[in-house]
């Protein structure tokens, strides 16, 4: 059974830093790209950052620069660090897994990001 659990959502004052985890099971976890998505109110979700299985990385325009998805194949565990954080960056963040970070196969349940101006 495949599962992905994020946490470290929370309210953040611009400006600030907050750290994505999301815990996969093996089973995907080092076979399958993963990404974190996000969904703002009245928004489709969109792609923040995705992971291939060999290390290459991709990001949305908008937070380039800023956040950086990193993985730990030791605790099947995929990060998000996010660095400087805006008010526009408000949204539920999603874990995702699937044939590639655009084909997605697996969500979390996501997470809120709040961040306040």
């Known amino acids: 059974q495949v599962h992905l659990v994020e946490s470290g959502g929370g309210l953040v004052q611009a400006g600030g830093s907050l750290r994505l985890s999301c815990a996969a099971s093996?089973?995907?976890?080092?076979?399958?790209?993963m990404a974190w998505y996000r969904q703002a109110p009245g928004k489709q979700r969109e792609l923040v950052a995705g992971?291939?299985?060999?290390?290459?990385?991709n990001y949305a325009d908008s937070v380039k620069g800023r956040f950086i998805i990193s993985r730990d194949n030791a605790v099947n565990t995929v990060y998000l660090q996010m660095n400087s954080l805006k008010p526009e960056d408000t949204a539920v963040y999603y874990c995702?897994?699937?044939?590639?970070?655009?084909?997605?196969?697996?969500w979390g349940q996501g997470t809120q990001v709040t961040v306040s101006s």
């Open positions: 093996r089973s995907i976890f080092s076979i399958k790209p």
């Open positions: 995702a897994a699937g044939s590639s970070i655009y084909l997605i196969e697996y």
């Open positions: 992971l291939t299985s060999d290390g290459r990385t």
